[in-house]
């Protein structure tokens, strides 16, 4: 079993990079997902793509498998190989999750059967800046601990902009950063992170890299996450004006954000990143309620299907001062 450890900050797009690698390479894998929050909705996001449907997702939640829940992750990963024996395990930590941690646990239990491939960490195109100056030791962790830098929301980004960017970030030479969107890639450009190999010399090299960037292995900010089960909004425009109220802060400084509610028995899917949010109906839904920029057509499907019902609404957030009253009396 090979092992491809999948790290980014907060809404950087794992989720939607596992997806899309899943489609282009047409193999099949075994999905660890780790939620900081207690309540998983990544899952839910893979059960609804054609890709991902069909494959087995394994949800941790309530922390972050890098450091809380460190055995249970191990005893996990040693539970897949042995009893589903999958050719590949994806592993998505938390967004806040420093992936030298989970090397260094993953390198502990690696014999004849597991084996780790290049990490890869997905860097989001539009929120890298504040997210290094703001969380600059998980950002760091996840940059450096990787093999392949995946440059997210970069669609419309030239290849110039690209070398920018690879230079503000002091990209090693080692460290592979492809100089365009994934939706570009070749299918050789893809097989590639599933059959390189992650060896002890490589680990020896990010220990260096440590040292050469002084950077330290703790948290930036006490983050913590609330769950809102069921949430119920009158419609299409209520839900609007509760996400740029979390925008404008009137919920605590919430910098994560994202979901599933049922209105007028349409299930629609919410976003947040930073300062941008995100509203998608799983079918049809009134977009002239909301601002034409808040919408997105990435997860719509056309003819509804069981598919379209989730088990159960709930809304994430995850921030610095929740406000926990006001979130659940809204």
């Not at 839900?239 to 919430?254: A, D, P, V």
């Amino acid at each position: 079993m090979k092992i491809l450890l999948i790290s980014g900050f907060l809404g950087a797009g794992k989720t939607t990079f596992i997806k899309a690698m899943a489609k282009a390479t047409g193999r099949e894998f075994v999905i660890v997902e780790n939620e900081f929050a207690d309540q998983d909705v990544d899952s839910e996001i893979l059960n609804l793509d054609e890709a991902t449907s069909q494959m087995e997702v394994w949800e941790m939640a309530e922390g972050c498998i890098c450091c809380s829940i460190n055995l249970d992750f191990s005893f996990s990963v040693l539970t897949i190989a042995n009893t589903l024996q999958p050719d590949y395990l994806i592993v998505e930590p938390s967004g806040v999750a420093q992936p030298t941690r989970i090397i260094d646990s993953l390198e502990k239990i690696e014999y004849e059967k597991i084996s780790l491939l290049a990490p890869v960490t997905i860097i989001d195109a539009d929120n890298y800046l504040s997210q290094r100056q703001e969380f600059k030791n998980y950002f760091e962790d996840q940059l450096i601990s990787a093999g392949t830098l995946v440059l997210s929301k970069s669609e419309n980004i030239d290849e110039a902009t690209f070398k920018e960017i690879s230079q503000y970030l002091e990209i090693p030479e080692d460290v592979k950063f492809p100089l365009q969107h994934y939706s570009k890639w070749s299918e050789e450009e893809w097989l590639a992170l599933l059959n390189t190999d992650f060896t002890g010399e490589d680990i020896k090299k990010i220990g260096e890299r440590f040292t050469a960037r002084e950077i330290e292995r703790k948290a930036d900010l006490e983050l913590t996450s609330m769950t809102l089960d069921n949430p119920e909004f009158a419609n299409v425009g209520n839900l609007y004006e509760f996400m740029n109220l979390i925008l404008n802060g009137k919920f605590g400084q919430i910098v994560r954000a994202k979901g599933f509610t049922t209105i007028n028995e349409e299930t629609i899917h919410v976003e947040l990143v930073q300062n941008k949010f995100s509203i998608t109906g799983l079918g049809n839904f009134d977009v002239e309620q909301i601002p034409e920029e808040h919408v997105t057509d990435e997860l719509l499907i056309e003819e509804k299907s069981e598919k379209t019902r989730l088990t159960k609404d709930r809304i994430v957030v995850i921030g610095k001062n929740l406000k926990r009253d006001k979130l659940l009396n809204f």
